[in-house]
C-alpha cells in the first residue's frame, strides 16, 4: 500500500477508479485483464533480475582482473 500513499489517493479514490474500470472493461474481462497484468509484472521482475544478475558478474569480473593485475 505504501505505493497508493505516495499517490495520495484515499479510499473513496480508490473507489471510484475501481468502478470506472469496471464499468470501462466490464465484470468478465476483470479477471483475464489481472491475469495479463500479473504475467506483466512477474516479466518485469524476471528481467530486473537478470539485469542485477549481469551488473553483478561484470563488477566481480573487473574486480578479478585487477586484483590479477596487482
Do not use: Q, W, Y
Amino acid at each position: 500500500m505504501k505505493h497508493l500513499l505516495f499517490l495520495n489517493l484515499g479510499t473513496g479514490e480508490i473507489i471510484l477508479i475501481a468502478l470506472v474500470i469496471l464499468l470501462l472493461f466490464g465484470a468478465k474481462r476483470l479477471p483475464e485483464l489481472a491475469k495479463s497484468v500479473g504475467k506483466s509484472v512477474k516479466s518485469f521482475k524476471s528481467g530486473l533480475n537478470e539485469v542485477e544478475k549481469e551488473i553483478k558478474d561484470s563488477t566481480e569480473e573487473s574486480s578479478e582482473k585487477k586484483k590479477d593485475e596487482e
